[in-house]
């Protein structure tokens, strides 16, 4: 018997006649001379998953596709790189149902990235990284099974489109931020015009409101005085008193302005003289 320790987080895979026997866990392990060996990974999986040539990794990998070329629905060339976190459930089915796994990992993720970038517009697939991610691990998942892997996240790292889509992109955006700013600036001028209106019309509102009371108190006055004149001189006498005085005051207005000329009917007069003599 010759003995291996394999070590924490590995196994191995003990050929006995070409036939897989048995999975050597972490540990100790025994094997029987010239009958047992372990399943070389050397040329087909090279160092990606495995030490010495024939320990398997089990913890939580990472594979990138690395940055291929694809084409959307709308025949954007885009730029994209997938990051792959899987672990190995099954080491037996790892080692045989697949020839070259982490190669067939990267050629069946690539696959359903290419498909879903071609099926979808460029602008849906610049803010959709997340549902690409999403479409892929359900897309694979079925097949990664049966190697034996589980597929935990397939993450879109670079998701870039050529030069002269980029620089189509940027001057539609400027043009789009230019239509937006100058739609807000138009919008701002006329909430200023409303604004204005609204506070001419509710000043013109509160000026025809303060004139009413205005009014109302002088007529109150007119009437209060009306009233005394009849009590002091009668109702004849007191209305040519108060048609008199009217007469007066528009006068009185006329003559503020210096270019105006006023001549004073002598019936005004004899009005205002029968004022004072009562």
């Not at 594979?63 to 899987?86: E, G, M």
């Not at 009233?227 to 528009?250: C, F, H, N, P």
């Amino acid at each position: 018997m010759f003995l291996k320790i394999i070590p924490q987080g590995h196994c191995a895979i003990v050929i006995r006649f070409g036939k897989p026997i048995r999975i050597a866990r972490s540990g100790l392990n025994f094997f029987v001379p010239f009958f047992d060996s372990l399943k070389d990974f050397q040329a087909t999986w090279g160092q990606d998953t495995n030490k010495d040539g024939v320990l398997i990794e089990l913890s939580e990998q990472i594979t990138d596709t690395r940055p291929r070329d694809c084409f959307t629905k709308d025949n954007v060339k885009l730029t994209a790189d997938c990051a792959i976190r899987w672990r190995i459930s099954d080491p037996l089915k790892a080692a045989f149902e697949v020839d070259n796994l982490h190669q067939s990992l990267r050629e069946v993720v690539l696959a359903e990235m290419r498909a879903f970038i071609g099926d979808k517009e460029l602008n849906f697939l610049l803010s959709s990284r997340q549902q690409i991610s999403e479409h892929i691990i359900s897309a694979v998942s079925e097949t990664t099974k049966r190697w034996g892997i589980n597929v935990i996240s397939a993450e879109i790292q670079e998701l870039t489109a050529d030069g002269a889509t980029i620089d189509a992109m940027r001057q539609k955006l400027e043009a789009s931020r230019r239509s937006e700013a100058l739609k807000l600036e138009a919008e701002g001028k006329a909430e200023a015009i409303v604004r204005e209106a609204k506070a001419i019309a509710e000043a013109s509102i509160l000026q025809a409101e303060a004139q009413k009371k205005v009014l109302l108190v002088m007529a109150e006055a007119d009437k209060n005085y009306f009233t005394s004149l009849v009590e002091l001189a009668g109702q004849d006498v007191a209305g040519k008193i108060l048609i008199a005085q009217k007469q007066l005051r528009t006068y009185e207005a006329i003559v503020k302005e210096p270019a105006n000329k006023v001549f004073i009917p002598l019936s005004v007069l004899s009005a205002g003289l029968v004022n004072e003599n009562q």
